[in-house]
């Protein structure tokens, strides 16, 4: 009840009604259905496509009937995760929210600020019967997270609105023109096992932030797997056997975790170098990775393993697959050109599956990236497959809606903007490929610790973003 009585009043009441539905990507049949009912309950032109994807248009106000038409867009899904400790289940419960000073952040959880301040908001104009605005296209999108499926899913010539604001970035004080296109890239493959010799160790990693594998990626935060390989990498002398690995978790998400059961044939050797490692790992994170947790302990196991060899080989191989920034960009100052986030491990009963996301702004940086990833695991012995690639959103900076922006910026707070693209990925460059001729831009407020369960959105940022939108829409100019 506390973020009911949150300023401004309509977008909390309407994000603490979002969250009471689970959302997680390709799960969103619930939230559809959630968004249908309410522009219908509006008595506003309401539609689902076969995606997923729901439109809700809204008539111009009284004297802006000659405005160019506005699309609002945002997504409805949202990055499920938790900590270990914590007992939830993202497909049937409600996000539990809490309030932390000016923060609201969730129990253990991620928290689906990301991008439901932006569903939220744009459910707020909707309703609103006092908020001057031309003509709006609301359109909520799916899927957004795991593969940007509703928006590759758009159809030509379903939109007609001449300016589209994406409501989807993380930081108040930026005006976002551009961002970077991703591609998955998939290794797998399996081995004969055997009986695993020698002693048992279970090796855990947690504690680490994790967050967005995208906008976080060049903060030099410890990726779980990578840590892991790094340890396991001292047991190749030692007669190593892989029984199991368990790492990561979503794709867009730095690991924050990741466990391994082994066997070794020299267990007092194995455990005199990989502790001396184990030290080095916690000395080098010390300033950055306060929380971070590594435990190595014996456990006895009967379970078949890899080979020495086959194990030997996945494990070169998950050490010299690249992680975090590849390049940074030559023409932006400050922008992480194309980076790899070695995002999920796991090794069960001799078959290997390696998840992970590959972003750049240049196609071609992307592409060399992934085959770098491809060239490395093909050595292994595993397959690699590129799936889910999606384009980058070119920036245009002279659009005329930038400009507009600019000024309301600085007018209203007294400082320029920062006009940045950035390293996520966005729905603007698939939706843009469809209608290159829309002005697009994307902004939102501050949201700290996306994709993790630090999650959390700054409430006076929230009241800043929400002045800035309204004052957006009130200056829209008028059609050519």
């Known amino acids: 009840m506390d973020i009911l009585n949150l300023e ?48 809700i248009r809204k008539p111009a106000t009284p004297g802006m009937e000659g405005c160019k038409s506005v699309i609002l867009q945002s997504h409805l899904d949202m990055v499920c995760q938790k900590n270990n400790d914590t007992e939830f289940d993202f497909d049937t419960q409600g996000i539990r929210m809490l309030i932390d000073g000016d923060w609201v952040k969730a129990d253990g959880t991620t928290l689906g600020a990301d991008n439901g301040i932006g569903v939220a908001s744009i459910m707020s104009i909707l309703e609103s019967k006092d908020i001057p605005h031309p003509a709006i296209e609301a359109l909520f999108t799916i899927d957004e997270e795991t593969g ?124 005199r170098d990989v502790t001396s490692v184990k030290d080095d790992i916690l000395n080098e994170y010390k300033s950055i990775e306060k929380a971070l947790d590594i435990t190595i302990t014996e456990e006895k196991t009967d379970k078949n393993g890899l080979s020495a060899s086959d194990s030997g080989k996945l494990v070169r191989a998950l050490k010299a697959a690249h992680n975090g920034v590849y390049r940074m960009s030559p023409d932006v100052v400050g922008l992480v050109e194309a980076s790899n986030n070695v995002a999920r491990v796991i090794v069960s009963e001799g078959k290997v599956e390696i998840m992970c996301l590959t972003r750049s702004s240049v196609d071609s940086t992307k592409q060399a990236v992934a085959e770098q990833l491809r060239a490395v695991f093909e050595l292994a012995g595993l397959t690699v497959k590129f799936t889910g690639s999606y384009p980058g959103w070119k920036p245009k900076p002279d659009a005329a809606i930038v400009h507009i922006m600019k000024e309301i910026y600085k007018e209203r707070f007294g400082e320029e903007p920062k006009v940045v693209a950035c390293h996520a990925g966005l729905e603007c460059g698939i939706i843009g490929a469809h209608y290159p001729k829309m002005e697009m831009v994307s902004f939102g407020p501050t949201i700290y610790g996306a994709h993790s369960p630090e999650e959390r959105v700054n409430v006076p940022s929230v009241q800043k973003f929400w002045g800035f939108l309204l004052e957006i829409l009130k200056k829209i100019p008028a059609k050519d």
């Open 148 to 271: 940007m499926t509703g928006a590759f899913g758009l159809k030509p010539g379903a939109l007609q609105g001449d300016i589209l604001l994406n409501l989807d970035t993380e930081e108040d004080d930026e005006i976002d023109i551009g961002c970077a296109g991703g591609m998955d890239v998939t290794a797998t493959g399996s081995f004969t096992v055997e009986k695993a010799a020698g002693a048992g160790f279970r090796i855990v990693i947690k504690g680490l932030q994790g967050g967005h594998s995208g906008m976080d990626i060049h903060l030099g935060r410890g990726n779980a797997n990578v840590i892991l390989s790094r340890l396991l990498l001292q047991g190749l002398d030692h007669g190593l056997q892989i029984v199991s690995i368990d790492g990561g978790g979503l794709r867009n998400a730095i690991p924050r975790e990741a466990s391994a059961l082994i066997c070794v044939k020299d267990n007092d050797a194995f455990l």
């Open 8 to 55: 401004p009043k309509p977008i909390w009441k309407n994000f603490s009604a979002l969250n009471a539905v689970p959302r997680p990507s390709k799960k969103e049949g619930r939230v559809i259905e959630f968004i249908r009912q309410f522009g219908e309950s509006l008595n506003l032109e309401t539609s689902v496509d076969e995606t997923g994807n729901v439109v």
